[in-house]
């Protein structure tokens, strides 16, 4: 590198680069021009990869950068490597969070994986009355511990720039209780009686410009509705979506009562009533698709 200094990828070693072995490092960890691979990225790179030096990889940080990288050294337990390029991907116009009841088992870890994939920017695993699962604070924290592994490893398998945040699991009270006083209306909010878009006088408060919950009530309308109302009303796209995808079982009317008093339009995810699975990938399927539909007209 010429003086040094690190130089933007152009499009075509971007594509390069998707075939490559990836790797994750902490943002404070790729600083500067040579980068340290150690614990669980090192073992994989030496152990099951046995990488040579002079091999080529790709590092992403999960702030949206990406190192184009050759292996220069490697010990017993660490690699070292020198980082030719870097690209820089932003962050997408509109960040979406999945608020995931959790369901039994391990159906969470491949709902996060999918998530990852369909863009998803946050994921708030919900505790709620039908969760079969029971976690006390330790069994919380070491969930979360896991979770957040398996988003770092579905960025390194699909390539996405932004690691989404994982946050702890928690009950619909508690993410709904900083959020119940103050803090401005959205374009998101309805009431129990009214229809996507409207805006009554008094609108609780809510994290994002549109949130929608997945539901059976009679009143539940398309999502492509709601963005479009949004948008017919805004001039724009939403710069935030939230989307609460129940258990099984659903969520309780009480649950969702309060979810809706939060802001949230009940939408369709079709005729046939899906698994917890198949509900979440559905839904942020439709959001990336309209989403990036919309941004595309506009080119």
Request: charged share 25%.
């Given at each position: ?69 050759a292996v220069e050294d490697s010990s017993r337990d660490a690699v070292t490597l020198s980082v030719s390029l ?112 409207s805006l009554p006088k008094a609108a609780a408060p809510t994290h994002f410009e549109l949130a929608l919950v ?60 899906l698994r917890v699975e198949t509900a979440a990938i559905y839904s942020l399927s439709i959001l990336n698709y ?10």
């Amino acid at each position: 590198m010429a003086g040094g200094k690190k130089r933007l990828v152009t499009c075509h070693e971007s594509r390069v680069t998707l075939l490559m072995h990836r790797f994750y490092l902490t943002p404070g960890s790729t600083r500067g021009d040579s980068l340290r691979l150690d614990g669980r990225e090192a073992h994989h790179a030496l152990r099951v990869l046995r990488l040579k030096r002079g091999e080529l990889i790709t590092v992403l940080d999960g702030v949206g950068n990406e190192f184009l990288s050759a292996v220069e050294d490697s010990s017993r337990d660490a690699v070292t490597l020198s980082v030719s390029l870097k690209h820089f991907t932003p962050p997408p116009p509109c960040s979406i969070t999945l608020l995931q009841a959790v369901p039994k088992g391990k159906i969470i870890e491949s709902i996060i994986q999918k998530a990852v994939e369909l863009g998803a920017r946050r994921i708030v695993p919900l505790l709620t009355e039908h969760v079969v699962t029971r976690l006390d604070d330790r069994d919380a924290a070491d969930k979360h511990t896991k979770w957040r592994q398996v988003a770092i490893e579905a960025i390194k398998q699909c390539g996405a720039a932004w690691l989404p945040e994982i946050e702890a699991p928690m009950t619909i009270d508690k993410f709904l209780a900083p959020h119940r006083s103050g803090g401005r209306q959205t374009a998101g909010f309805v009431g129990q009686n009214e229809k996507c878009g409207s805006l009554p006088k008094a609108a609780a408060p809510t994290h994002f410009e549109l949130a929608l919950v997945g539901s059976l009530q009679k009143d539940r309308r398309h999502p492509r509705e709601c963005l479009g109302k949004f948008q017919a009303q805004h001039k724009r796209l939403p710069q935030s979506v939230g989307v609460w995808i129940g258990p099984e079982g659903d969520f309780t009317p009480e649950e969702l009562d309060a979810i809706r008093a939060s802001g949230a339009l009940p939408i369709s995810l079709g005729r046939l009533v899906l698994r917890v699975e198949t509900a979440a990938i559905y839904s942020l399927s439709i959001l990336n698709y309209e989403l990036n539909s919309a941004l595309e007209s506009k080119l």
